[in-house]
């Protein structure tokens, strides 16, 4: 697998755990700054690699009425003031191909919705850009299936590809988690991110919005960790039932140290397993 560079970072095979962070929407400037600042105390506090993710559209929602964001103008400035005082990689999503330019001016990973895996021009768009595109893996696609995705961004000669397990439909309002999905996609030669909060969506299940079960994230993250995965998306709000966008599945904040905390020792075991068995290897060849 290769590792792929993202600011000071890099995420895949030997590397730290990644994290993307940050709330679902920007739904203010200082919203979304009193998440950064928190996220940076963190960040700092446990020394681990952040990037900070805020849509500036929420493009795909349940009703025609719901909050969606600043749009991309005023989104993207907000992005950049978040770069600019807390010192954060940035990623944000794109729906459309007109989209992709701008916003790849301004941010270090472009991510391609779990619904867009499949649209050919925009996965095209955002690979051309040269910038780190992050694919979400379609509810309705096979692990394997993404091999398609690979080799389309592969063609605008970008290597810089990482791939996002998010959960699959099952029957109608539910997503499912296989993790063999993870080292399957690694297969493909990419590092894999876990999307934890999107996980414990229940689509459509609010009648005119999408519902979620967060008390389920911890369950999933920690999962996800003990197969390997390469990276860790979650989204957080100071108030989840108060938000404006997937407010069900997001972690409240301050919950978030304890769950890194947890993840990060689930992390530890696997290496200290791994190096233990290095050095049974060794004593046994020697």
């Known amino acids: 697998m290769r590792t792929v560079p993202i600011g000071p970072f890099h995420c895949g095979a030997g590397q730290p755990l990644l994290w993307i962070a940050g709330p679902c929407v920007i739904e203010s400037r200082d919203l979304v700054h009193r998440v950064a600042e928190q996220l940076r105390r963190i960040a700092d506090q446990l020394q681990i690699p952040m990037v900070f993710k805020a849509s500036?559209?929420?493009a795909n929602r349940s009703s025609g009425k719901s909050f969606r964001g600043p749009g991309l103008d005023e989104g993207l400035r907000i992005l950049e003031t978040v770069r600019t005082d807390f010192g954060f990689p940035l990623t944000t999503d794109v729906h459309e191909t007109h989209q992709v330019a701008a916003v790849g001016q301004v941010v270090d990973i472009i991510q391609i919705p779990a619904f867009l895996a499949r649209q050919t021009d925009l996965v095209l768009a955002a690979?051309?850009?040269?910038?780190?595109?992050?694919?979400k893996k379609g509810q309705f696609m096979a692990p394997w299936d993404m091999k398609n995705v690979v080799a389309k961004v592969a063609e605008t000669g970008?290597?810089?590809l990482l791939l996002t397990e998010r959960g699959s439909t099952f029957g109608y309002g539910q997503l499912v988690n296989d993790m063999r999905a993870i080292p399957w996609m690694q297969e493909l030669g990419c590092p894999v991110i876990f999307d934890a909060t999107h996980s414990v969506q229940t689509p459509g299940s609010q009648g005119q919005s999408t519902g979620g079960d967060r008390r389920m994230v911890p369950y999933l993250a920690r999962a996800a960790v003990a197969v390997g995965c390469d990276g860790v998306f979650l989204e957080t709000h100071p108030r989840p039932d108060e938000a404006l966008s997937d407010g069900p599945n997001m972690i409240a904040l301050e919950a978030l140290p304890d769950l890194i905390c947890c993840c990060l020792r689930v992390r530890h075991a696997l290496e200290e397993q791994a190096a233990e068995g290095n050095r049974y290897v060794r004593r046994a060849t020697a």
Not at 127 to 135: D, E, I
């Open 158 to 160: 970008n290597s810089r």
């Open 56 to 58: 500036f559209d929420k």
């Open 127 to 135: 690979g051309k850009t040269g910038k780190v595109v992050n694919v």
